[in-house]
């Protein structure tokens, strides 16, 4: 049965009834090719592409041929999969097809996706398309030279092909691609001086020529079109005059050049670019080692020294090209020590970015990936600075290619831990979009198109098949802000440099100018804030020194806050508290990170600002890695810290102390976007774990000793439940818990229960002691008979309650329970006997079903407060938190019976393997994904923007500006969070009444 319009489209076909046509042209095989056509990058794109390569087999072998041919391609998936991503990505490679049509089998190898070629199998295999012998160390074509010249061609896109097929079809990670065209690109150099050799005869002999790569080829980065960059190198072959060999090696290397660059029948390859030689365009061509020292020893420039750093013989002669590279190694660890080294560097980018931005424009310019800010040379200037500053010391720094440079930058210490994986997530970003917009056309370009059509063909290229146009352009600007940040923070550290010159005299500005200074920035209150500036730079101390170079800046970032005033106030008050602490203000001046995270957070988070005002310590950890720390770590520190106090109350208190300073970490992390909303909820949820933990242990301490105990009559374990249970914890969540214990062999069953039950009392009454820090509320309603049911139950009890008493929604609430702190056997045990209960072999039945439904209807319509509105309701909302959570759920207990990957508490891993099952379509999982994502990390954003619980998007405009600031939109643009909100919950809604209500 053909399919319908709405298939096509759902697939991604833009024109459904060409796409019907085209579909039908194909016959037979046509709808079993559908699946694999509609995950290309342009599906319409691969379906002409597909009937255009079988018109072309229909040519060469008749059409037994075309048919024999779309059948196999049907029958295999492999194959259908690799040729439709091609097809659907390269207009270019799907011409090479046409004119090639045989070539469609190196599609069919079953090994493509998991092998990588050697290089030397990729060299032997260009210069045999040549007539060359592999073997022979000056290899010589043998096929008529313009036979040679086409086939080396042909041969280098039927590489090419399997490369791109391997690319988009199996994931293959960029640099893995960027290394195996590096190896493409020095075969086919090998293979055209072999052409040259033949070209020029027997002169050839007289000269070792050895052909150095340069730039991203020399680096193992090359990109799909690109130039390549070389230099080369010559030496006389024995008895040979030098004058002889210049003149042989000139003309091998001029052949070479027009071989790989000239345009034939069948296109050309890419321009070899000599110009990073010694004088560039204006020096000769070729040069001897003794030449090429004598000139890098008294007239090369810094730059070139930096270009040196990728220098790498890929042909001729290798014993020529390695004593080139052992020559110019001791020039380039020696370059920094140059005086006005590192500026030189700097003003090269600054000139690099002032050329881009004249040359092409403000429009072009923004959208250039390569040498635009934000862009890939952004990111390679600042790694090839650090390793040239760093490298005379650390060889482990002396490597080619950026993202394996950057690796070691970041091992060694020199780099931050979460900036090097940031930077390398960025790089890796943009060298993946860069691949894919070369390889449409295989031509060379490094400008985003801003037209749709091409903008969704690279979007779903990249994986993105939910809105590909406004996803693209989202994680493109979220990696261009990243790169530009880090490329100021590594290429131009420290940040406040330039500021801590400024004179404080020159700084301090004048009250009348102040206040107006203040007021144009943005401040309700100027007044108010000249006081606090007055207050922050009275007196002559270095702190108010200090505070008079830092402030000048610290008031442009507080103005770039949703709340200026309160991040000055907040301020003035942390600077009360440790101005007079040696590290305060001298962090903030050197470290222009820290300072910045800072002024954000004041200026932002109400939350923040309380946790640093009771944990004005704190600040020094904005310098660090600011991901959630394991539960095993605080677990650690939590009982070391109560090891030490002398009291019950006293323990406690320094373990909540512990979570305060952690909480700061998580919430620091989020509002500064380095934590994902996943990693918040499972850091909450740790967190919480050790706070249990160490607190539990204080718990039963406590009570023997008052009961003169010599141990513990009992083992007593916590099952974390809800979002607690399900690692999902937010700010503002309870954590909603059951307590299970096991008496001791021996023990007396309600002396054990007596003993459990003062221990979970006195568990709670710690954590509910009046304190500065968040509480920590304990809620137990979720146990068996609910509030009118003990506080704690043996194994046994709660084993005989389910068997008799449960309802649906227990079983259901089953589901996020998870055993994770206390005794460990019993934890196991406790799990062992809820498993079966929860996710039942069979499944639930429809009467189940209807009742979990009709009780979803009730939470629905009687727990949304009051006034509250059903679309900007976070929880209880449309296609909030409950109706995906309840969604998915739902199909857990239904499936987890026979679904292993469903037999999770956590909502996100159940709808993965719900999408891995087939139980949902990967576009409905990937809509219930972005709203649960977009919920979860609004949520969080409005506690920490208020400091209050709130389950509504906020209505005040101030909050909910910050609100949008925290996840990541420009000033102004809260709108345009909120109709984002709206349409993101609103397709959430739509899969949650098909999948859930069905």
Request: with cysteine; charged share 25%.
């Amino acid at each position: 049965m053909p399919p319908t319009a709405g298939q096509l489209v759902r697939l991604g076909f833009a024109d459904s009834a060409r796409a019907a046509d085209r579909l039908a042209a194909l016959g037979d095989p046509g709808p079993p090719l559908l699946t694999a056509i509609g995950t290309a990058a342009d599906p319409d794109q691969a379906l002409a592409g597909m009937l255009r390569l079988a018109a072309a087999v229909e040519a060469h072998e008749g059409v037994e041929g075309r048919r024999a041919m779309l059948a196999e391609i049907a029958d295999d998936e492999g194959t259908a999969m690799r040729l439709a991503a091609v097809l659907g990505a390269s207009v270019a490679l799907a011409d090479h097809l046409a004119r090639h049509p045989e070539q469609w089998r190196e599609l069919t190898d079953p090994t493509l996706g998991s092998t990588r070629p050697a290089a030397y199998a990729v060299r032997a295999a260009l210069l045999e398309a040549v007539g060359a012998d592999p073997a022979d160390p000056e290899p010589v074509a043998t096929r008529p030279d313009a036979e040679a010249v086409d086939t080396l061609r042909v041969e280098y896109r039927r590489i090419l092909l399997r490369l791109a097929a391997r690319d988009l079809a199996h994931h293959l990670g960029v640099d893995d691609a960027a290394a195996e065209l590096s190896d493409l690109a020095a075969g086919t150099l090998e293979a055209a001086l072999a052409i040259a050799r033949a070209r020029i005869g027997e002169p050839a002999a007289s000269a070792r020529l050895t052909v150095v790569a340069m730039g991203k080829c020399g680096g193992h980065e090359l990109n799909y079109v690109s130039d390549v960059d070389v230099i080369f190198v010559f030496e006389p072959a024995a008895g040979a005059s030098e004058s002889l060999a210049l003149r042989s090696a000139t003309q091998l290397a001029s052949h070479l050049m027009r071989i790989c660059s000239e345009h034939t029948a069948e296109g050309t390859i890419w321009p070899v670019d000599a110009n990073l030689r010694p004088e560039g365009s204006q020096g000769p061509l070729v040069r001897t080692l003794a030449s090429h020292l004598g000139y890098y020893e008294r007239w090369a420039k810094t730059w070139e020294f930096q270009a040196l750093l990728k220098a790498r013989p890929v042909a001729g002669d290798r014993a020529l090209g390695a004593a080139y590279v052992a020559m110019v190694q001791p020039l380039i660890w020696s370059a920094a020590e140059r005086a006005g080294f590192v500026e030189d560097v700097q003003a090269m980018r600054r000139r690099v970015l002032d050329h881009t931005q004249s040359s092409m424009g403000e429009a072009e310019a923004e959208r250039q990936l390569k040498l635009g800010s934000g862009g890939l040379r952004d990111v390679e200037f600042a790694v090839q600075l650090l390793q040239l500053v760093h490298g005379r010391a650390d060889e482990s720094l002396r490597v080619g290619a950026t993202l394996s440079a950057l690796t070691e930058l970041t091992r060694g210490g020199y780099v931050n831990r979460q900036d090097g994986e940031q930077l390398h997530r960025a790089y890796a970003f943009l060298r993946t979009l860069e691949h894919r917009i070369q390889l449409h056309r295989l031509r060379r370009t490094h400008v985003v198109p801003d037209d749709e059509e091409s903008l969704r063909r690279l979007g779903r290229s990249l994986g993105l098949t939910s809105d590909p146009v406004e996803a693209l352009e989202r994680e493109w600007h979220h990696h261009r802000l990243e790169v530009r940040r880090l490329h100021e923070k590594l290429f131009y550290r420290p940040l406040l440099a330039a500021v801590a010159k400024i004179p404080g005299t020159d700084a301090r500005l004048s009250l009348e100018a102040a206040e107006q200074r203040l007021s144009a920035l943005g401040y309700v209150d100027p007044k108010g804030a000249l006081r606090h500036l007055e207050a922050l730079t009275r007196g002559v101390t270095r702190s108010s020194d200090i505070q008079r170079t830092l402030l000048p800046v610290m008031l442009e970032w507080f103005a770039d806050t949703p709340d200026p005033d309160a991040g000055l106030f907040g301020f003035r008050r942390l600077s009360d508290s440790l101005g007079r602490t040696p590290w305060y203000l001298t962090m903030l001046r050197d470290e222009g990170e820290v300072a910045q995270r800072l002024a954000f957070l004041l200026g932002t988070s109400r939350y923040a600002t309380d946790l640093l005002e009771r944990e004005p310590q704190g600040v020094k950890m904005l310098g660090e890695d600011l991901a959630p720390l394991s539960a095993e770590a605080l677990t650690t520190e939590m009982r070391s810290v109560a090891g030490r106090q002398a009291g019950a109350e006293d323990a406690v208190r320094a373990v909540r102390a512990v979570r305060r300073r952690e909480l700061l970490r998580i919430a620091s992390g989020e509002l500064l976007g380095l934590t994902d909303v996943e990693d918040v909820g499972r850091g909450l949820s740790r967190l919480t774990d050790a706070t249990l933990e160490a607190t539990l242990g204080v718990a039963i301490e406590a009570v023997r000793q008052r009961r003169g105990l010599d141990a513990a009559p009992t083992r007593m374990a916590v099952v974390a439940m809800g979002r607690y249970g399900g690692f999902e914890l937010s700010y503002a969540s309870d954590a909603d818990v059951m307590f299970v214990h096991e008496p001791e062999p021996g023990v007396e069953p309600q002396r054990a229960a007596s003993f459990a039950q003062a221990v979970v009392g006195e568990l709670r009454r710690l954590l509910a002691m009046p304190a500065t820090d968040p509480p920590l509320e304990i809620d137990a309603d979720l146990r068996p008979e609910g509030k009118q049911g003990p506080m704690v139950r043996t194994l046994d009890a709660y084993a005989a309650y389910y068997a008799k008493w449960s309802h649906v929604w227990e079983f259901q609430a089953l589901l996020r329970a998870d055993a994770v702190v206390g005794d460990e056997g019993l934890r196991r045990r406790f799990t062992e006997l809820i498993d079966p209960l929860r996710f039942p072999p069979g499944g639930i039945d429809a009467g189940t079903v209807a009742e979990v439904r009709r009780v979803k209807a009730r939470v629905d319509e009687e727990r949304l407060p009051r006034g509250a509105d059903r679309h900007t309701h976070l929880k209880l909302g449309r296609g909030g938190l409950a109706d995906v959570e309840w969604t998915v759920q739902l199909l857990q207990m239904q499936h987890a019976g026979t679904v292993p990957g469903l037999r999770t508490a956590q909502t996100l891993a159940a709808l993965e393997a719900a999408c891995e099952a087939g139980l949902v379509s990967a576009g409905d999982a990937a809509t219930l994904t972005e709203a649960w994502r977009l919920v979860s990390r609004v949520r969080n954003a409005v506690t920490l923007v208020s400091g209050k619980v709130a389950d509504q998007l906020p209505r005040d405009l101030r909050e909910r500006a910050a609100v949008a600031q925290v996840l990541g939109y420009p000033q102004g643009e809260s709108d345009r969070m909120v109709n984002d909100y709206l349409r993101t919950t609103r397709r959430a809604h739509s899969v949650v009444e098909r999948v859930f209500w069905d």
